[in-house]
């Protein structure tokens, strides 16, 4: 009897995928197109980041959760240049009270956020008052950040360290261009950097290349030995400091 437990427990195993990597992947941007609905079809464990306020938010967020996919809210903030980031944006002149009031609102706009990254940002993120105010908020309601590094100079995830926020940060911006050989090498970059540090994270967003794309290239990922998982499995509680992981294509 002992021979026969011990022989399946070894079938098992043997069927069983060894995974020596994971990567996560957040597609971005989603809640302004009709078309971003399609977006949840992706196969497997996709996490989207749902801009708030937007025409097909709520409904993309019912359907992805329908799929068992993750959602993120990707709340607008200031940017160094003049951008607009959309409605709902937290700004630097803002005090800490209406930084958290319109982070609240926006995420009571979207059903079953668990996590929430920067649309934009790459002024807010570098200042620590309202970032404070931020992770105050997520610490509040047990939410993760993840820093998209709009900015090298991002405090985010130290600030999430010091009030005991889950954080990670982006690692590979997927699609700044839409042609094929660039799209297949940023994701090479990233399946590399997962394979050398056990981990990684890619940003893309809903086109319709990166969407062709990746129901290529998402299947073919068990033989490579990696997992793709939701984006929150890749958080953890940073040190005051943050993190020093290395970070790639900057947008």
Same mark, same amino acid.
């Given at each position: 009897?002992?021979? %026969?437990?011990?022989? @399946?427990?070894?079938?098992?195993?043997?069927?069983?995928? *060894?995974?020596?990597?994971?990567?996560?992947?957040?597609?971005?941007?989603?809640?302004?197109?009709?078309?971003?609905?399609?977006?949840?079809? %992706?196969?497997?464990?996709?996490?989207?980041?749902?801009?708030? =306020?937007?025409? =097909?938010?709520?409904?993309?967020?019912?359907?992805?959760?329908?799929?068992?996919?993750?959602?993120?809210?990707?709340?607008?903030?200031?940017?160094?240049?003049? /951008?607009?980031?959309?409605?709902?944006?937290?700004?630097?002149?803002? /005090?800490?009270?209406?930084?958290?009031?319109?982070?609240?609102?926006?995420?009571?706009?979207?059903?079953?956020?668990?996590?929430?990254?920067?649309?934009?940002?790459?002024?807010?993120?570098?200042?620590?008052?309202?970032?404070?105010?931020?992770?105050?908020?997520?610490?509040?309601?047990?939410?993760?950040?993840?820093?998209?590094?709009?900015?090298?100079?991002? +405090?985010?995830?130290?600030?999430?360290?010091?009030?005991?926020?889950?954080?990670?940060?982006?690692?590979?911006? %997927?699609?700044? $261009?839409?042609?094929?050989? =660039?799209?297949?090498?940023?994701?090479?970059? @990233?399946?590399?950097? *997962?394979?050398?540090?056990?981990?990684?994270?890619?940003?893309?967003?809903?086109?319709?290349?990166?969407?062709?794309?990746? $129901?290529? $290239?998402?299947?073919?990922?068990?033989e490579q030995?990696?997992?793709?998982?939701?984006?929150?499995?890749?958080?953890? +509680?940073?040190?005051? /400091?943050? =993190?020093? @992981?290395? +970070?790639?294509?900057a947008k």
């Amino acid at each position: 009897m002992l021979r %026969l437990v011990l022989s @399946l427990g070894l079938l098992v195993c043997l069927m069983t995928p *060894a995974y020596a990597s994971k990567i996560a992947i957040v597609i971005d941007d989603i809640g302004n197109n009709k078309n971003d609905l399609k977006a949840a079809l %992706l196969p497997g464990n996709i996490s989207f980041a749902v801009l708030p =306020y937007t025409p =097909y938010a709520r409904a993309f967020a019912l359907r992805a959760h329908h799929q068992k996919k993750q959602i993120l809210l990707h709340m607008p903030m200031e940017a160094v240049e003049n /951008n607009r980031p959309g409605p709902g944006v937290v700004t630097a002149d803002m /005090n800490n009270a209406q930084i958290k009031l319109q982070l609240v609102d926006a995420l009571d706009s979207i059903p079953y956020v668990t996590g929430v990254n920067n649309h934009m940002g790459s002024k807010l993120t570098q200042l620590h008052v309202p970032m404070q105010a931020v992770m105050e908020t997520l610490a509040a309601r047990e939410l993760f950040f993840l820093d998209s590094r709009t900015s090298e100079f991002s +405090v985010a995830e130290q600030m999430a360290g010091e009030l005991g926020v889950r954080t990670s940060h982006r690692h590979v911006f %997927l699609d700044n $261009q839409v042609d094929e050989p =660039y799209l297949q090498q940023q994701f090479d970059q @990233l399946l590399s950097i *997962a394979k050398r540090q056990g981990q990684a994270i890619g940003i893309g967003h809903p086109y319709p290349e990166t969407l062709s794309f990746l $129901q290529k $290239q998402l299947p073919q990922l068990q033989e490579q030995g990696i997992e793709l998982v939701f984006v929150s499995e890749l958080t953890t +509680v940073a040190n005051r /400091n943050g =993190y020093l @992981l290395p +970070v790639t294509s900057a947008k």
